[in-house]
């Protein structure tokens, strides 16, 4: 063996190496976060935590007014949000789908599905907060909605377009409008993509923290009037963390631990339904 | 019309009037979707306006040195932007220069040297890292990560590249275990499952006609993804990195827990400093007084054009190179 076709066999065994490291180093990374937050908040994980409200410092408590906080807040901006991403997705798939409006649309979508949150913080303050005169839950669902506007545009765009023509072709020739074509083909066929991105949206959403911060600020109370500030898991994470207090930690771990198998859950959950499609 | 006999004109008649009415139900939803889809694009322009709107008496108070000025006093009303940028740049950089290779490096594995039967069950364990919340990031790397590297790693650092000239400086100073540099590493993990998963994606596009020609050489396999892969697939690479920069850029909260706050400019990555999401995020419910509010608005407006230059340059990127493969 000369020496040159050595040093490409040693360059090519480097390189797999290097690349074979670097996901044994990712992976690990992914397993040292989620076995950091098991060994600091699973111990604190008890019914407890979901009965008792947020505690003063130094007493004990649970994070209930937290988890119902972000459980009204994510509903509501479900609720706001899916239909406009459901009915712009379905204008870009079914009505434009060459349109120069289209193409805007989906390139403004994209950035508006990676822009940082706590700009969309900054604007629900700027047009609603500031002009109600007060922090308020409704606010943050806005603020949530916002967020998941986008995710919901794109997925149903893609899943619509995995729609095979020929299907809308068959029933436009039986004579179906076209809105009765994907209302009652599109649609069925694309239900269970609809259904993943509406669940990517609602995980994507349980974390988000900083677009809550200066909309529904944090409360302390079981309060659910949706007019008055409300707490809500991720905002009552950041403040506990940040306390000197070792049961407010704990309790932070806590309630990461419990953000973090929610969304766990719904992205696992999202790609269960989404799976099958793909194949086919 | 008029020719038909009587129960077939009623028919006729009846048809029209459905006929009219699926005209007009069409044409009504028609709009409607229409209208949802232009509410994204008003979306985009009241956020634009709302951060104008907000920002304008910052910057009409300070001008063009908000940008280049770096003190930051509440009481004084004085504010400048300098800090912010400095530390919003950097963190981004050092989470740009670890996660590039790694991404890359790992998508790679997945396209090239992966066995099948473990490609999806690993593509799906980076992605979960993707899906994981930037809060927990926070409180992870402020209990867990920044004790671990003040204990072990800086120390090991300042003592080894702390004298070596011309970059020691960057090394200076206690360790504190929270700043720029555990900033930037948190960064780098949120980042790498975008990057990784684009890499994956347009490697993956690379006709297998060129890697064969190319093996068919006699090359091996780095000299494939070298001379081959990288270079058919530099557009979309490049797209993938910028969208991950994006990313990185506005990131707020798991940057809020690890920076430390400072807003003074520090050569030291072991120095605490602040970017511009971290200030917001920290002083905005906090913030008396409408210059000080307004500078925060400020902030938020100027991260909003960095970063929506950054993504628009990505999707351009990205739109391009999916034109070349007709997807």
Redesign the interface.
Known sequence: MNAIYQRRRRRNTIAIGAAIAATAIGLGWLALVLGGLFWHGLDGLSLRVFVEMTPPPGASGGLRNAVVGSLIMTGMAIMFGTPVGILAGTYMSEYGRHDRLTSVVRFINDILLSAPSIVIGLFVYEVMVRPMGHFSGISGAVALAIIVIPVVVRTTEDMLRLVPNSMREAAAAMGLPRSHVFRHISFRAARAGVVTGVLLAVARISGETAPLLFTALNNQFGSININAPMASLPAVIFQFALSPYADWQKLAWTGALIITLAVLALSIAARLIAAPRKNS | MALQAGGMAMDTASRVRALAR??M??A???Q??????????I??G??IL??V??AWPALRTFGVSFLATQSWNPVTEKFGALAPIYGTLVTSLIAMVIAV??GL??A???T???PKMLRRP?G??????A??????????G???LAPFLQVYVQPALIATLGDVPGIGYLFAGPPYGIGMLTAGLILA?MV?PFI?SIARDVFEAVPAVLKEAAYGLGC????V?RHVVLPYTRVGVIGGVM?GL??A?????AV??VIGNAHKIMPSLFAPGTTI?AT??NE??EAVGGLYTSS??AL?LI??VI??IV??AA?YLL?RIEKRSGG
């Open positions: 699926f005209r139900g069409d009504l939803f028609r409607i979707t229409r209208a949802a889809a232009v509410a994204v694009l979306l985009l009241g956020v709302a951060l709107e907000g290779p790694f490096l790992i790679l594995f997945l090239e040297l992966c690993i799906i364990a980076i992605e979960l890292l899906g994981i919340p930037s809060i927990i990031y926070g409180i992870w402020l209990f867990v993990i790498l990784t091996t396999m780095w000299e993804i969208l994006g990313r850029l506005g990131e707020t909260m809020t827990f999401s917001i995020a905005f419910t925060l608005v938020g991260l909003f970063t929506f993504l628009a999707r739109l």
